[in-house]
């Protein structure tokens, strides 16, 4: 009788381990996930501690340039918004920002050529040229673009070398940039204006917390637009608009501005 008991005990207790490792087993293959899964994983947490105001590489860059092989022409605005407002939009490393006229006064006390040769070969914890492969012209011209939004006069030998080279090209045309920028296509303009119909309307009329285009003259299209554009904060849903804007070359700003105003 004992040992039957001695017997059954030891049955009863081998029983419990081999269960208990059956779960343990069972447990370990659930947690371990499949490897894609684990790199995902390891994707979102890489983004998460990512630093911010991450600087923009010349690849980021480059990405806009024109597919047919010819050197990119970028505006002084594109450079700023695609290098240089990762910090001095954010004020990230403590850069300067932006529109801190007290700031870009006593900066450009020191004389537009030393500031602008600052940026091209870094200064404190700004890399040289923003960290992207820029050429002088181009970090010049960004930094002629972020004094004047920063409310500062610019006496710039030879401003906006970069943004203005098509305008030179026909000397006959007169000088007027702004008037010129305007006369968008409004055929072209209506095309466009495709994208922006789910939120403002067939006919620009708008709706709840989506503003009315309709009745704007072109001038405040573009002005409206080039400042989402720039990453400026419009009014208090501008996150929403401002996706919609990076990507608007200025001839797009014309053409919906053209097209707008019919509305
Ligand atoms: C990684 C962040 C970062 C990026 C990107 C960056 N800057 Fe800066 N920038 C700074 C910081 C920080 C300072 C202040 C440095 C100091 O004075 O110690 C600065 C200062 C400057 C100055 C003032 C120089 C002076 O002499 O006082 C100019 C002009 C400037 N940046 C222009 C630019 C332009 C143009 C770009 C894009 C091509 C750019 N920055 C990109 C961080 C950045
Ligand atoms: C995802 C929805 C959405 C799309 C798509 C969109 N917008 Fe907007 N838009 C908004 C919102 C929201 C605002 C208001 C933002 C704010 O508070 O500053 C706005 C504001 C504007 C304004 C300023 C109007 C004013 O009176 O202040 C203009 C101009 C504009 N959008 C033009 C366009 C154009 C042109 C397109 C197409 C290329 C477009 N939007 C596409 C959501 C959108």
Known sequence: MTRFVVVLSVLVLLAAVFFLAARLVSVAQRTALPDDLAAAAQARVEERIRPIGRVATADDVEEDAPENGEPARRSAS?????????CHD??????PLKGDEGIW???LGQGLDTVVQHAIEGIGAMPARGGASLSDEEVRAAVVYLLEESGQTVDNGAPEAV??????????????PEAEAVA??????????ATCIACHGAQGQGMGIFPKLAGHTAEEIVDLLTRYRAGETVGPNTPLMAPQAVTLSDEDIAN???YIETL
């Open 90 to 95: 954010t004020g990230a490393a403590e850069a």
């Open 256 to 258: 919906l501005a053209a």
């Open 163 to 176: 943004a203005e080279a098509d305008a030179e090209a026909e000397p006959d045309v007169p000088a007027e």
């Open 78 to 86: 594109d450079i700023y918004r695609a290098v240089c407002a990762a």
């Open 184 to 193: 968008g296509d409004p055929t072209a303009g209506q095309a466009k204006f």
């Open 105 to 107: 006064a006593d900066r």
